[in-house]
RNA sequence: GGGCGCGUAGCUCAAUUGGCAGAGCAACUGACUCUUAAUCAGUAGGUUGUAGGUUCGAUUCCUACCGCGCUCACCA
């Protein structure tokens, strides 16, 4: 028998021994006066004298963190809401059944405890235990107690186990918490309206991605996890919700890396009667505000690196511009503007580019858009740190994009990078559905070509667009990207409570209860 | 998918050139009525990821497989 296994047996029968002693195994509820945290808060400014001149009695629970057993009297460190809380359990006090539950206790067990607040020898505050209830018992041992869990793939397989043992875990997910509240809290304020779309889509639009597919049985259709709810809220403005956001869930098909999950928390949010100088104001609004929020300040910690979000510190660039601006001293001398508008000139610069060591795919036969942006990867996303907003992005990469009026190889499109992570992307939403529909067509030629990722034509969403859409912007902001850069968490893992793993392979067969 | 690395007790980690598989925590027994990495005495816990190979002898070297991590590619 392993040896959970023999603790998982052993600790059965404590179980046994503490309802022998009248206490209920796995009792429903317990009546508490305090939190933890909360009479840290309130009682660790008092001091031993003041604590003794007026009792204040509690009723207090939470797991069994740390256990001593001195004969006759014990202490032990009770955690809740990630903080913890010391108990003396006095043999006196307790009484000889009292002390007898007591020595059947384990770590991680939950217990409920009353008594009043004193200050040890040593001057920590304690309760001193009047009473002990039992309320459930942990069968497996925790991990040990001075480097916790840190086996990364146990931490994410058994998030329940990391949470209880790494405080610093838990902080991030209270923060990721308090990013989504105050990203609503800003978007309410500002008079959006938060709904809920489809997540399964007979067409997966809206990004371009690889989407899961699935299947309806009484309707006999397949559909797919939708990879951006960007065509629903956009038929939602044609409808009459003129600012509409929703936070959830994205799916898409693609590989896993420090910045990707398969699932991922998408914020999309669409502003009718403005372009995209507007939304962009209200997305960096937006972020600021959150930054302020979850932080309490303005600097945040990445890594080595400071990220300074306050508002004077944020750059804007035109695409083309950051192409100039971060130039490899080694691919020779800087491009021209003018460069980027036909194959040729582009495809020298492709040449340069890789001349300098710089690894950078190439397709004569794709859209010359499309090696710009590619273009820009390579040589000006990594230098993007500092809260940086690229915008004008080539129209041949942005099918929902509308073009900027001089220059139709150009969209009104921006997206925000910091930490060198694209954490946002929004646009002057494409609002003439003839225009939409050619877009779609081109799409179409790029899933000929073998670009399998290329846009779908979407006929009900060009019937949509045909009753009228009003002009607006649009944005999609990257949940995850965002949490973890305030939280400094270097990969998506760490920002989502249960990141998608490879299945658990079948280990011999767990201890069964009868 | 490619490259690099890792896999030893429940957890965190050792093991010299290929030579008896170890420690701390957790667990169990006992002592201890202000401890806090409690202490003290004792006990138990291992198919060294799996399967082969080389060798007198393999945790150690080789091969394959499985799993995990990092990284590159893919993922606008």
Known sequence: ??????????????????????????????????????????????TAEELEASRVNVRVAGRIMAIRLMGKAGFAHLQQDGQRLQIYVKKDAVGDQGFDLYKLLDLGD?????????RTRTG????????????AKDLL??????????????????????????????EVFVKRTRLVQSLRRYLDGQGFLEVETPMMHAIAGGAVARPFVTHHNTLDMDLFLRIAPELYLKRLTVGGFDRVYEINRNFRNEGLGWRWNPEFTMLEAYQAYTDYLGIMNTTQGAIEQAVLDVTGGMKTKWG??????????????TMREAILHFWPDAAGAKPEITDFAAHEPVKALVARVRGAGVHLKYDAAEPVGKTVANLFEAVAEEHLLQPTIIYEFPTAISPLSKQKPDEPDWTE??????????????????NDPEDQRSRFEGQLKERERG??????MDEDYIRALSYGMPPAGGVGVGVDRLAMLLT?????RDVILFPLLRAEKPGPPEPTNP
Do not use: C
Request: glycine share 4%; no cysteine.
């Open 413 to 430: 499109r921006w997206e925000i990078y910091a930490g060198k992570m694209e954490i946002a992307n929004g646009f002057s939403e494409l």
């Open 124 to 135: 920590e505050l304690s309760v001193h235990v009047e009473a002990i209830t039992f309320l």
């Open 451 to 456: 670009d399998d990722e290329a846009h779908q």
């Open 1 to 46: 028998m392993a040896l959970d296994e023999q603790i998982y047996e052993l600790r059965r029968e404590k179980l046994k021994q503490i309802e022998a002693l009248g206490q209920a195994t796995y009792p429903s509820k317990y009546e508490f006066t305090h939190t933890i945290p909360q009479i840290l808060a309130e009682f660790l400014p008092k």
């Open 141 to 170: 041992p925790l991990p040990e107690k001075w480097h916790g869990l840190t086996d990364v793939e146990l931490r994410y397989r058994q998030r329940y186990v990391d949470l209880v043992m790494n405080p610093a875990v838990r």
């Open 488 to 492: 400094d968490s270097h990969t998506i």
């Open 110 to 118: 939950h217990i409920g405890v009353n008594g009043y607040l004193f």
């Open 304 to 317: 080595d690196e400071e990220l300074d979000w306050s508002h004077d510190n944020w750059r804007r660039m």
